[in-house]
């Protein structure tokens, strides 16, 4: 899966990133299982992840107000 930049993350809609999230942990889960746990692919995963839960975070939060 290519990077995913914060700019194509805010244009994603809410389900898109939830299935997107979605998508990652799998990934994420498929890679943990090779043998170099902390490979520069595992870290990219985990960046993106945190990038859509803060966006959605901060989406949930802007909605509360």
């Given at each position: 899966?290519?990077?995913?930049?914060?700019?194509?993350?805010?244009?994603?809609?809410?389900?898109?990133r939830?299935?997107?999230?979605?998508?990652?942990?799998?990934?994420?889960?498929?890679?943990?299982?090779?043998?170099?746990?902390?490979?520069?692919?595992?870290?990219?995963?985990?960046?993106?992840?945190?990038?859509?839960?803060?966006?959605?975070?901060?989406?949930?939060?802007?909605?509360?107000?």
């Amino acid at each position: 899966m290519a990077i995913l930049k914060i700019k194509d993350a805010v244009k994603l809609s809410r389900d898109e990133r939830m299935a997107r999230l979605k998508d990652l942990k799998m990934e994420l889960i498929k890679s943990m299982v090779g043998a170099n746990k902390s490979n520069a692919k595992t870290k990219e995963i985990k960046r993106a992840i945190a990038r859509i839960s803060t966006l959605n975070s901060k989406r949930e939060e802007g909605t509360k107000k």
